[in-house]
């Protein structure tokens, strides 16, 4: 195999990051990717690039997972178990199943990254997480080079956590993922966020899958900045979900502090109203900041570094921790 050397990572991380790997890889089959894990094992796993914040420069091999591909794997009238590889861009996938009239993953349109890294995230939005039509995923354990099939209960998904997080973690890279979506009688979600909003501007009561995908890119376009015009990675910090005493606590001094309801114990509060209300919106330092529009997001406007960008958003958990009594952590992983 030829590696790359001191190669950039500019171009795969959206935080645009112009951090260094001592050696670089892409890897386009199971093949290539087995072959590899036999004679290397200082590597490390990078995919889409999306959930990442690179505050150094990475002294080993970095191995690119690219492979792609999707298939269909069995249908009957109401559903169908479609499998994408992990190279796969998650939003064209996305696009993929709603012009083939599968329904599910239409309220998770325009999130950044690669199919692969869908299940160790859990990513979601607007009401839809991945373990709602999560079948299962197939990975390889670094190790032996083995495949193993994860169904959704080896995941142990939680919000924004699964088993490759936590007790898996660096353990497996996943190769491939197998959802089960609707054919027909699709069950639509539109009451979260500004969805419904958004379908009766455009006098839609009605919605297809596709109005459902627009209607969720335009909400992201409105909030939050194309990775590929200013770097960022979304949402930055975890929405806290804290003990309902906590939440009492708090709003003897804010009293308009929004909340979600989690159980008869705990609830959830956004990250970006506690950001917004500790005056860190908008802010610049350098070429590093917080997005003007949503609070949520770190940005870098050029040349920022990751440790600018870490110890912005540092500064913003301390703040919060001092004024509010609430930790936030963070969603993005610290390289």
Not at 35 to 41: I, R
Not at 56 to 76: A, P, Q, R, S, Y
Not at 97 to 118: A, R
Not at 262 to 272: H, I, L, M, R, Y
Request: glycine fraction near 8%; hydrophobic fraction near 40%; charge should be neutral.
């Amino acid at each position: 195999m030829i590696f790359e050397t001191d190669f950039s990572l500019k171009k795969y991380n959206t935080f645009g990051i112009d951090a260094k790997a001592k050696q670089f890889k892409a890897i386009h089959s199971k093949e290539e990717l087995a072959n590899l894990l036999k004679n290397h094992d200082d590597i490390f796993i990078l995919g889409g690039g999306s959930n990442m914040l690179l505050t150094k420069d990475i002294e080993k091999l970095v191995v690119h997972i690219d492979i792609k591909g999707i298939e269909v794997i069995d249908t009957n009238e109401d559903f169908v178990w479609i499998r994408a590889n992990a190279g796969e861009n998650w939003h064209h996938f996305v696009l993929y199943c709603i012009e083939n009239g599968y329904g599910g993953i239409e309220n998770l349109s325009l999130i950044p990254g690669n199919v692969g890294t869908t299940p160790i995230q859990n990513i979601g939005a607007y009401g839809v997480e991945i373990k709602d039509t999560f079948f299962s995923c197939e990975a390889m354990e670094i190790a032996t080079q083995k495949l193993v099939t994860f169904n959704k209960e080896n995941c142990a998904f939680g919000y924004r956590e699964s088993v490759f997080k936590n007790e898996l973690k660096n353990q497996y890279i996943i190769t491939s993922v197998t959802f089960k979506l609707t054919k027909r009688n699709h069950l639509l979600n539109t009451s979260y966020g500004a969805i419904e909003t958004e379908l009766v501007s455009k006098n839609i009561s009605l919605p297809t899958l596709k109005d459902i995908s627009n209607a969720v890119i335009n909400i992201r376009k409105s909030k939050l900045p194309d990775p590929k015009e200013l770097g960022n990675s979304g949402s930055f910090f975890k929405n806290p979900i804290i003990p309902l005493t906590v939440y009492q606590k708090a709003t003897i001094d804010y009293p308009k502090m929004p909340h979600y309801k989690v159980s008869e114990t705990k609830v959830k509060v956004p990250a970006g109203w506690l950001i917004e209300q500790a005056g860190f919106k908008g802010k610049r330092f350098g070429d590093a900041g917080i997005h003007k529009d949503q609070a949520l997001v770190l940005v870098n406007y050029g040349n920022a570094t990751g440790e600018e960008i870490l110890a912005i958003s540092r500064d913003i958990q301390k703040t919060i921790f001092n004024k509010f009594g609430i930790s936030i952590e963070t969603e993005v992983n610290i390289i």
